[in-house]
């Protein structure tokens, strides 16, 4: 193997490592740390609360929530007392993000988990989505993965510009496009849905239809990066039929 | 495509097999074969001066233009 190759080896050696890396640490900080943490918080007291209606004979009770709301414009600044501070000087904490219960006791929903989801908590739309949009993720990390993996034996095997690679890199920029485009539509169902049970209420949640570019463009550099890869395969086909 | 590769024909015509020519040429029977079938998208001029060598004969009677009939594009 040539002393370039060794060092391209080396190099998407850490890539590799450092893909597992990032992966451990956004579970263990991400999901574990904060969301799944939070989770499991509320869906202990949640469930409590279900157990404690059920056993004095609310058997059609259920609790739904609607997590991390946008607020638009909140009415309800809190004012905090700090005696430590100096006078005249007040604080405000203003309410940019919301969480809502949604507490039923499902007498018109006929006992129905579903009926009662999809009417108070959602349209079945947004569940379509939220899987979509799962599994749209989970198909990117696996590229990510199969990607690494192939460039390790590519170049091991001399053949970097394996037609694979880029059609896959093609998949990744276009499933990042797609689910940036898929997240912000189910905030926007969801954040509407929410906003309809607020309305009249001193909260005001913000309804707009708003992606993160920030993914888009991110999907778009990897679909020219895919195309850089794409002309390489082109030119090594070229090169391997000239005889 | 409007080329088209004679090299079996002259290869015939010199009753030399592909391994022959491959030995002589010095390039891999494979190569040769993707020539042989048309499927090369480019031929360097040492592999198409030792063919013409070997096989005795010119560019021409290896490589033959006949222009591509505009019904069957």
């Known amino acids: 193997m040539k002393k370039g190759n060794k060092n391209l080896q080396r190099r998407i050696l850490a890539l590799y490592i450092a893909f597992f890396a990032a992966i451990i640490a956004s579970f263990w900080f991400g999901t574990l740390g904060s969301g799944l943490a939070k989770g499991f918080r509320d869906g202990y007291r949640v469930s409590d609360q279900i157990v404690n209606e059920q056993a004095y004979g609310n058997q059609n009770y259920w609790v739904g929530v609607y997590y991390d709301l946008p607020s638009a414009d909140s009415e309800i600044d809190i004012e905090l007392n700090n005696p430590t501070l100096p006078d005249g000087t007040k604080l405000k904490a203003r309410i940019n993000r919301v969480d809502l219960m949604v507490e039923n006791n499902n007498t018109i929903l006929d006992g129905s988990l579903w009926k009662g989801l999809t009417t108070l908590m959602g349209t079945p739309a947004i569940f379509i989505c939220s899987w979509l949009l799962v599994i749209g993720y989970a198909v990117i990390v696996v590229m990510m993965f199969l990607i690494i993996r192939s460039l390790r034996r590519s170049i091991k095997s001399e053949n970097v510009f394996d037609r694979k690679n880029f059609v896959r890199t093609r998949i990744i920029g276009a499933l990042l496009i797609v689910c940036a485009v898929l997240s912000a539509l189910i905030n926007y169902l969801t954040v509407n849905k929410a906003a309809k049970l607020l309305e009249g209420s001193a909260v005001i949640l913000d309804t707009s239809f708003s992606v993160d570019f920030w993914d888009v463009l991110m999907g778009i550099m990897i679909l020219l990066i895919a195309e850089a890869f794409a002309i390489g395969y082109d030119m090594t086909q070229e090169q391997k039929l000239t005889i | ?73």
């Open chain 2, 1 to 73: 495509m409007a080329l088209i590769i004679n090299l079996d024909v002259m290869m015939a015509k010199r009753k030399m097999s592909l391994g022959e020519l491959s030995e002589r040429v010095d390039i891999t029977q494979a190569n040769l074969s993707i020539l042989k079938n048309g499927k090369a998208r480019a031929i360097r001029f040492t592999t198409l001066e030792a063919i013409c060598r070997e096989l005795d004969c010119q560019p021409g009677d290896i490589i033959e233009y006949r222009a591509d009939d505009p019904k069957n594009e």
